[in-house]
């Protein structure tokens, strides 16, 4: 007499209701989000000199084939070191970085990091990448050469 109907249970989670709260949360904290910081109004004062000077930066490039580039401007080895004394000169606070490509000879660089200090420029700093696929792995304690795997 009784029948007994065989219910189906759906075992998937429906997940439309989920994604319209999250976009709907997502629209307030994006309308929101700029008025959360609101800086005071103030009317700063003038002076005529001003106590912090920007700092000027340079970055000398070492290509491959040995070319030199003091920021994108191609310079030769010779007109070198001309032109950081002349941007010593103008800016007595400059800060250059050197960066060189990794298959660039030792000697060139180090011929060109004297250029530099000749220049009179002391804040030097080389770029590097953080990681790569050459690392040090052995650290040399007995003055020979680490060796190769």
Avoid: C, W
Wanted: hydrophobic share 40%.
């Amino acid at each position: 007499m009784f029948e007994s109907r065989q219910r189906r249970f759906m075992a998937e989670i429906n997940v439309i209701p989920l994604v319209d709260v999250v976009l709907v949360l997502l629209v307030i904290f994006m309308v929101t989000a700029p008025m959360l910081y609101r800086g005071m109004d103030i009317k700063l004062p003038t002076s005529a000199t001003n106590t912090i000077k920007p700092e000027m930066r340079k970055v000398l490039t070492i290509e491959k084939d040995q070319r030199l580039y003091l920021d994108k401007d191609a310079v030769g080895v010779a007109q070198l070191e001309q032109k950081l004394k002349a941007l010593k000169r103008d800016h007595p606070d400059v800060s250059l970085y050197l960066r060189a490509d990794r298959d660039v000879p030792y000697g060139v660089v180090v011929q060109v990091m004297d250029g530099v200090k000749k220049a009179g420029i002391e804040k030097i700093g080389m770029v590097t990448d953080p990681t790569g696929p050459e690392r040090v792995t052995e650290t040399v304690t007995s003055g020979q050469p680490p060796r190769k795997n």
